[in-house]
């Protein structure tokens, strides 16, 4: 069964430091998601992405932030100068586009931790 | 701003029987309903899922319950059995391909022997 998977499981960084974490979608998918879980709280939206450029984004994606489809499958979060409060669980999902339903499917996750 | 709200932390369930988990929401622009169910260090894993225009959805032992006029929804598992202990998260959509899931807290749902 097609599946979402992310590169790396784990990362620790620097604060101040630029982090990129990385998801290969479902190949037939075309929307992409982004979304972070902080110890201990819910699951948030961060970016959707279709088409080459972002369709939506959360008050959380912030100028730090940015997303890049750089090549035909992968689907790259980048934060530009990490800070304490980046420390989460990073989700990358993605969904069938003009599907009757919507349901994103996702990744296992990149656990980043900021020191 | 808790638009999703799972009030109930935790559920314990004997094997065998019911589990009914609940959420409510407040935001009349939700079209589109998902249960996710999250095993530690996993992503979320995709359930059920309901449209607004529908007041139920079945799938094999999972069941998911649409009362619109309530802004509530919940989640049946019948019977439960043991794989089905994991946190098991609302989630709601306006319902276009690009709009974010705003989820709920999660319920962690524990099927005891």
């Known amino acids: 069964e097609p599946e979402v998977t992310q590169t790396p499981s784990h990362q620790v960084t620097q604060m101040g430091q630029e982090v990129i974490l990385r998801c290969v979608p479902i190949?037939?998918?075309?929307?992409f998601y982004w979304y972070r879980q902080i110890l201990g709280q819910k699951v948030e939206f961060l970016v959707s992405?279709?088409?080459?450029?972002?369709?939506?984004k959360s008050e959380i994606f912030d100028d730090q932030f940015s997303v890049e489809r750089p090549d035909g499958s992968n689907f790259t979060l980048k934060i530009r100068s990490t800070k304490l409060e980046d420390s989460a669980m990073y989700f990358c999902?993605?969904?069938?586009?003009?599907?009757?339903?919507?349901?994103?499917?996702f990744g296992p996750g990149t656990r980043l931790t900021v020191t | 701003d808790q638009q999703v709200k799972q009030n109930s932390p935790s559920l314990s369930v004997q094997e065998g029987r019911i589990s009914i988990l609940n959420c409510d929401y407040t935001?009349?622009?939700?079209?589109?309903f998902l249960w996710y169910k999250k095993y530690p260090a996993e992503g979320p894993t995709f359930l059920i899922s309901?449209?607004?225009?529908?007041d139920k959805n079945e799938d094999g032992r999972f069941t998911v319950f649409l009362n619109k006029s309530a802004k509530h929804l919940s989640l049946h598992i019948v019977p439960s059995q043991p794989g089905d202990s994991a946190v098991y998260f609302c989630?709601?959509?306006?319902?276009?391909?690009?709009?974010?899931?705003?989820f709920g807290k999660g319920t962690h749902l524990i099927i005891q022997p």
């Open positions: 999902a993605s969904s069938e586009t003009l599907a009757v339903t919507y349901e994103q499917y």
């Open positions: 190949s037939n998918h075309l929307y």
């Open positions: 992405f279709y088409n080459n450029e972002i369709s939506e």
């Open positions: 935001n009349s622009m939700f079209d589109y």
């Open positions: 309901i449209s607004s225009i529908k």
């Open positions: 989630a709601a959509s306006p319902g276009g391909g690009a709009d974010g899931l705003t």
